[in-house]
């Protein structure tokens, strides 16, 4: 599904955070729940991936679950999706009476219908689920959200959350050589509006405002072997959020069960030039994660295994 660019700019000052709510993978240790990765966006949080336990894991963060707008599920493994059962139902008893989207591939309708059939419950607010495929991109006003096919065991997607081109710098000098007046108009011009003055000029914003410039890029891998599509789809990205099960010594179990090494996902991270790596879905083997972060960081160096709560903030370049 392409759904047409919206042309939507959004402010500059809209701040954009990543919470890892789960950092671990196959089964929760007393350190790192299993997968799960909150973005928060203004008000709105999107939530990739909720396994089990991630609605406790909120109530120990700073956020909270009744802002979460939109679930995405990258693969059907249950240290991915065992959570929504009771996150759902902990948001009816909160009276939850807005939408829930939740989003995943093949399967996903009937995989919603079954949680949502377990024991004597149904939620009063919608959930509205949608498969998604290899390829599709999901407009969401000002950012979208790309999809894209990774190599798992099963079936498995990686996500883009990218937002939409912002204006450019607003150059007040030349805006009052034009004889625009310090004020509203100021305004609307960096807003993308046309405004005219007095004398009847019209001043459009392109005359006041330099090149667009890009929003932030935040990629998500998933479960997965090294794989082409990621680089692809990962270039340039402010964040990569990637599966690194193993240390590059378990190379050959990495690829039997489907995931990557930490050296494996910074070499990813170094060659599609993104500017931080953040290595997750930590297998419970490793009580030490720095012997992880030093295996990345040897190929790339902005390379980090975060803690579950950690929250990072992810700042727009001037």
Request: charged share 25%; glycine share 8%.
């Amino acid at each position: 599904m392409l759904l047409p660019h919206s042309g939507i700019l959004f402010s500059a000052m809209t701040q954009l955070s990543i919470i890892f709510l789960g950092t671990g993978g196959s089964w929760p240790t007393v350190k790192r729940n299993v997968s799960s990765v909150a973005v928060k966006r203004e008000g709105e949080i999107i939530l990739f991936d909720c396994g089990e336990g991630t609605q406790r894991q909120f109530q120990k963060s700073t956020q909270s679950y009744m802002q979460i707008s939109k679930v995405f599920l990258t693969h059907f493994h249950g240290d991915h999706f065992l959570g929504l059962p009771g996150l759902i139902q902990t948001m009816q008893l909160n009276d939850r009476n807005k939408p829930l989207y939740v989003y995943g591939s093949r399967g996903v309708e009937k995989l919603i219908s079954q949680l949502l059939s377990l024991g004597y419950f149904k939620p009063a607010y919608e959930v509205i689920v949608q498969e998604v495929s290899d390829g599709d991109v999901l407009e969401f006003g000002e950012y979208c959200v790309r999809v894209f096919r990774v190599d798992h065991n099963v079936p498995a997607v990686g996500y883009v959350l990218e937002e939409h081109m912002r204006p450019g710098r607003f150059d007040k000098p030349h805006a009052l050589e034009l004889g625009i007046p310090e004020g509203p108009l100021f305004g609307k011009l960096q807003r993308g509006e046309t405004v005219i003055l007095k004398n009847g000029r019209k001043i459009t914003p392109e005359m006041v405002l330099g090149h667009l410039r890009k929003g932030r890029k935040i990629v998500i891998s998933g479960d997965t072997k090294p794989c082409e599509r990621l680089i692809q789809f990962s270039q340039d990205a402010d964040v990569l959020i990637h599966d690194a099960t193993f240390h590059s010594e378990l190379e050959d179990i990495a690829r039997e069960y489907g995931h990557t090494t930490a050296r494996q996902a910074a070499e990813i991270a170094k060659t599609a030039k993104v500017e931080t790596l953040f290595l997750t879905h930590i297998s419970p083997r490793y009580l030490d994660y720095h012997v992880l972060e030093k295996d990345a960081q040897a190929v790339f160096e902005h390379s980090f295994v975060p803690k579950d709560f950690q929250e990072v903030e992810i700042k727009l370049k001037k």
